[in-house]
């Protein structure tokens, strides 16, 4: 399969590694707001000459494109939603409060970091989609 989206002066061509499902390639490659298709391979003529005559229909597309920004805005808060339902950690019977205040404490600290990386990382990409688009998340 291919995923197919219209831009500027022809219809773009996606091909898939097969590294991510199909439509997360579509989701992340296909510039925001942008319909695409999922196509068979042989829909695509294999060649590029006269690209820009090839046609096809958009009206009732697989999805629409969200664009790299937005995708990994996306996965960065679903790792924090992650992040912040992992329970702690549960004190073991032959582990004294003391020890087990210690590593909920460890366990606090590093999911604070993370959390707060994943929120950095975020913030860098919002300040390029406003850069690009001039539209603040």
């Not at 992340?28 to 060649?47: I, Q, T």
């Not at 606090?108 to 994943?118: D, H, K, P, Y």
């Given at each position: 399969?291919?995923?197919?989206?219209?831009?500027?002066?022809?219809?773009?061509?996606?091909?898939?590694?097969?590294?991510?499902p199909l439509e997360q390639v579509a989701l992340?490659?296909?510039?925001?707001?942008?319909?695409?298709?999922?196509?068979?391979?042989?829909?695509?003529?294999?060649?590029?000459?006269?690209?820009?005559?090839?046609?096809?229909?958009?009206s009732q597309p697989n999805g629409a494109g969200m664009g790299a920004e937005r995708w990994?805005?996306?996965?960065?808060?679903g790792k924090i939603n992650a992040l912040q339902a992992l329970p702690e950690p549960e004190q073991p019977q032959d582990v004294s409060d003391e020890v087990h205040a210690e590593a909920v404490s460890i366990f606090?600290?590093?999911?604070?970091?993370?959390?707060?990386?994943?929120k950095a990382l975020i913030?860098?990409?919002e300040s390029?989609?406003?850069?690009?688009?001039g539209v603040q998340l």
């Open positions: 399969m291919k995923i197919i989206y219209p831009n500027e002066s022809c219809i773009s061509v996606i091909h898939t590694s097969g590294a991510l992340k490659d296909v510039p925001y707001g942008v319909p695409f298709l999922f196509v068979e391979d042989s829909d695509v003529p294999s060649n590029r000459e006269g690209r820009g005559a090839w046609e096809a229909d958009f990994f805005i996306a996965q960065a808060e606090r600290t590093g999911l604070a970091s993370l959390i707060a990386q994943e913030a860098q990409l390029i989609v406003f850069q690009l688009e």
